[in-house]
């Protein structure tokens, strides 16, 4: 099988055909349709995961069909159409295995960084960590929904999101749309804060009432004069300072959830925090109940991500023009 392999960090990856790996206990074996580019294949080959296991396979946005079942395995069956995420495996055991969220365990195994992913024609995966794909969607077009989709469905409910909230996105790239997307088809109502006005109109189209211009006005300063605040300020721009610009702009009891950011610390005002009991999070993905919920909110709203179908050869190309900041629509690799 063609694969892609990433050997060592700043080093392209290598293309190579392999055997097709045979699933063992537990595991099956998914011959890929499509493997959406994440920031999180470049983080890997910029040495941004200590953990990693080169030589590695990247890629945790995959749709396939099950080909193969391993040893003991009776779901889900050969033929049934599913996706993969960046959460491959968990311990378990631990109490939040045991409680469904297995993303927080202390021994879970991520894909594409410590096990084999999806820049290859085939990939052996666990079984329980595979999300069967909701009838009729796309597995080209729902491959990015297993981590953009994900990290912006979960983002929001891990900050508390409702039908009367209203939700400020920083940021409207990929998780950053599908965030404005998802809110709005929760009931919430919606502003954007972007860097110019540029993002004006299509924030509107996608359903936002207020359009904030960091260029222009202050953020936190805007959000207030919304109706008292935001009360979830969900921030996909990969700034942590965009994100503590806007921090006071929360109502009481407010959540700031991050899922972009940079490398510099976050720094927030204590007093205005304590005042209003104000909070912050960084959400890491979700667990495969976040994951059926996102694919089964997804279907059910028809919300899926503008993509543009590349081929496994052009991945390092789509890595370079990501690490450039021009990565434009998501890059998704598809095995014809
Ligand atoms: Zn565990
Ligand atoms: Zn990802």
Redesign the pocket.
């Known amino acids: 099988m063609f694969t892609a392999v990433a050997t060592a960090v700043d080093e392209p990856l290598a293309f190579t055909e392999r055997e097709v790996p045979e699933p063992g206990q537990g595991e099956v074996l998914v011959k890929i349709i499509a493997c ?1 580019v ?4 470049l983080d890997l080959l910029q040495g941004h995961w200590p953990i990693a296991r080169f030589p590695v396979v990247p890629g ?2 995959i749709t396939g069909v099950v080909a193969a079942a391993g040893p003991g395995v009776s779901w889900p069956e050969v033929g049934t159409s599913v996706g993969a ?2 959460l491959g495996d968990s311990c378990r055991r631990c109490d939040h295995c045991v409680r469904g969220e297995q993303i927080l365990c202390p021994r879970k195994r991520i894909t ?1 960084i410590v096990m084999d992913g999806g820049y290859a024609e085939y990939a052996v995966l666990k079984a329980d960590f595979v999300t069967p794909l909701p009838q009729g969607l796309d597995p080209v077009a729902a491959a990015p929904l ?3 989709g ?2 912006a469905f979960n983002g929001l409910r891990q900050g508390g999101i409702t039908a009367t909230s209203r939700v400020a996105v920083i940021g409207a790239g990929g998780v950053g749309s599908l965030a404005i997307r998802y809110a709005v088809a929760m009931g919430a109502r919606v502003a954007v804060i972007g860097r110019s006005d540029r993002g004006e109109a299509a924030a509107r189209e996608m359903g936002a009432e207020r359009f904030i211009a960091t260029q222009d006005s202050d953020p936190a300063e805007a959000l207030k004069a919304w109706d008292g605040g935001a009360n979830l300020i969900f921030n996909a721009a990969p700034s942590t300072s965009a994100a503590a610009a806007a921090f006071t702009g929360l109502a009481p009891d407010g959540t700031l959830v991050l899922v972009g950011y940079g490398p510099e610390p976050l720094t927030l005002p204590t007093r205005p925090m304590a005042l209003n009991r104000l909070h912050a999070m960084i959400n890491p ?1 979700g667990s495969p109940h976040d994951m059926r919920d996102t694919l089964a909110f997804s279907a059910a709203h028809d919300i899926l991500p503008e993509f543009t179908s590349i081929g496994l050869r052009d991945a390092n190309a789509a890595l370079a023009a990501m690490a450039r900041g021009h990565a434009g629509k998501r890059s998704v690799i598809t095995f014809g």
Do not use: I, P, V
């Open positions: 959406g994440c920031h999180t294949d945790h946005e995420q960046f594409g297993m981590c953009a994900l990290t993905s």
